[in-house]
DNA sequence: GATACACTATAAGGAAGAACTATAATATGC
DNA sequence: GCATATTATAGTTCTTCCTTATAGTGTATC
């Protein structure tokens, strides 16, 4: 027999997708959490497949779940779009793009600004750094991602290159190193270092590509986010390596490195899922953004 | 508050929008019909709007009825593929096309077999008439439409020229009228001509057309599809007129007609719906059967 | 390693909703 | 105007789903 699938059940597996925790997701929908228990479990009987399973005690969405919350987060939004559509007579459900602040703001000022002076339609900015874009993609809770592209996109994303951006270092104008046009790797022996926490890929890769050159340096500060870096810089606390499309504020120089490999900044979003209306619009606006 | 929409209530309301009978449709539903009915009542209380009204003791669904319909037949198609393809792997819901017999036997042909071909994806045809075609895919019944197009087409239909066919006279190779190279309405005058029943378009259209260039003519013989009509020219029951695009059999010949309009065979979907999957693949070889 | 903690999972009683039967109301055709 | 087909409503029964209570399970803390 085919399985029921109330909307409302849907709902339910949706909070407690996002939350993986049912005490908790229960509460939001203001159920007790022995029903949303049951309301899941009576679901994947249904389904015949198990949608989640136990690391510990934390809770993980198998492959079957995670399809589930995705067929679950669209089905909900094209109700809530229908609904909107059938009073109102239009579609105003925001298109939700997700990007990283750099991205925001070197890349995609412009486009926003185009789509919503164009299109009037509302939009949503999610601010998240790589997997979280790469996730929310996935999820379906982000329609567009702008983000670097590391190995290969998964599957049943699309994605399609934005622009390459190259790593250059960053010093003081009086630095005895901007005398050079270009500089090299081990240029970089003993310099005090202004690099983002050891987690963020940006450092990893930094400390990677240091490592494999043989080059010894220092921790000036450990700190997030491009314009921060770039104001510690100019306060001399160390020199800086960022992406080439930053704007260099005065008193600092650029100075490209060979051996650090470039950014290949690309847009994604879930294959086949913004042919059309504002998602399209706003696709096409990034694209021609970036020319 | 927002209306729960289950879809058990929406699988209801798409059979009941189907039958547009309360009684029959809760026997499909193997319900009682109170309990139909009060599923219908209390879905259109909870959106807000009026579903059907009764027109004699006929009921019509209202826009917003045909609109739910549409949004109905959509996400209960999502839902059958999403499980298809959870379990399955793979989408195998068929493309549904809709079109005429004149369009299967003379336009679409190769299209479709290289469609079955190259996809290995189930097709289900459904041989209309016009007024049904465009009926099937607003309804969100078929997928593709091919048919004339006559006038605008409906809002939220999209609809792409295929071909213009002209009309031509088919007569026996040996009808004195055959030596011309080209013919007029009139002299058709006092011929006896082999044309559809009265409620045809291709009949109003003729009727329309001979009416206005004051041509007197006879019923041969009243009979549907082109086919038939071509037998029945060369069995020598009258003249007939038919598409430029139909075989002509042996021992008759065609001969073109002027004052008579082209047909403009249009390709129609609901707008934005065939974007992907095996739905785009089918359309875009259909457009390049045409040239 | 015993205890506290946070959470999942199961069981049993009870409230809400949905379906059924019966029947009134309405329109049509003969 | 009566027979027929169908929509619409009411009251009752039955199922479903929710709630409280509680057992089970994996981590962290002392």
Redesign the pocket.
């Known amino acids: 027999m085919v399985p029921?699938l109330?909307l409302?059940?849907l709902q339910?597996f949706l909070v407690f997708a996002d939350?993986?925790?049912?005490?908790?997701?229960?509460e939001e929908l203001?159920?007790?959490?022995?029903?949303?228990?049951?309301?899941?479990?009576?679901l994947s009987d249904a389904m015949g497949v198990t949608l989640?399973r136990?690391?510990?005690?934390?809770?993980e969405l198998t492959e079957h779940g995670k399809r589930l919350a995705r067929f679950s987060r669209d089905i909900s939004h094209r109700k809530t779009v229908f609904l909107n559509e059938l009073i109102t007579g239009s579609d105003n459900e925001p298109v939700i793009l997700a990007a990283g602040e750099g991205a925001y703001l070197y890349i995609l000022g412009e486009s926003i600004k185009e789509f919503l002076k164009r299109k009037k339609h509302p939009l949503s900015l999610l601010t998240l750094n790589r997997e979280g874009i790469l996730d929310a993609i996935q999820s379906g809770k982000a329609h567009i991602g702008v983000a670097p592209l590391e190995s290969i996109s998964p599957p049943g994303v699309e994605s399609t290159p934005l622009l390459r951006v190259d790593q250059v270092l960053i010093l003081p104008s009086s630095h005895p190193l901007a005398t050079k046009k270009k500089l090299q790797l081990k240029d970089l022996d003993n310099c005090k270092l202004i690099v983002p926490p050891a987690d963020r890929p940006h450092r990893q890769m930094l400390s990677a590509a240091l490592q494999s050159a043989g080059v010894t340096w220092e921790i000036a500060v450990e700190v997030n986010g491009w314009e921060l870096m770039l104001h510690f810089a100019k306060l001399g606390l160390g020199l800086a390596i960022v992406n080439s499309m930053c704007t260099i504020p005065r008193g600092l120089v650029a100075r490209p490195l060979i051996g650090l490999p470039s950014v290949h900044y690309h847009l994604f979003n879930l294959a086949g899922a913004c042919d059309r209306g504002a998602q399209a619009e706003l696709k096409r606006m990034i694209l021609k953004g970036v020319q």
Do not use: C, W
């Open positions: 029921s109330n409302d059940v339910s939350k993986l925790n049912f005490t908790h997701a229960a203001h159920i007790s959490q022995p029903a949303l228990h049951m309301k899941i479990q009576e989640y136990k690391i510990g005690r934390r809770l």
